[in-house]
């Protein structure tokens, strides 16, 4: 790779490694956001146990999607990509939160370009 597109992808990769392992471990103090706000009522009752539980789960998720990327950015950020897609569908579905949902998108479309740089280096 060229020291510019080098450059692009180590961007790409520590940010979509970092934001999803400081999201995940924020699920568990709810420093930044009650990370339960984003779950609508409706899969809230569905759900077998409370909504923070749920939150810590894909907090788990997230931090696991993280330290992928780091490693495996190939599998790791097609991991955060359909993560973030799948969120953002919950949100489009759910009527909440369309301005966090279309951030969702553009970043999917971040990981998937991250996905491209990483292919185009066979040693990644």
Known sequence: ????IKTVF???????????IVA?????TNILTDWSQ???SGFAGVLPFEARTF???????EII???MVL???????YVVMGWLIAIALTLLFSGHYIDVAVRDIVMAI??????KLANSDSRQ
């Open 1 to 4: 790779m060229d020291s510019q």
């Open 10 to 20: 180590n961007l790409l990769k520590y940010t979509y490694g970092l934001v999803p």
């Open 24 to 28: 995940g471990l924020d699920k568990f």
């Open 38 to 40: 984003y779950i609508s």
């Open 55 to 61: 939150m810590i789960i894909v907090g788990v998720i």
């Open 65 to 67: 999607a993280g330290i």
């Open 71 to 77: 490693y495996r950015p190939k599998i790791g950020g």
């Open 110 to 115: 971040g990981a998937f370009s991250l996905v």
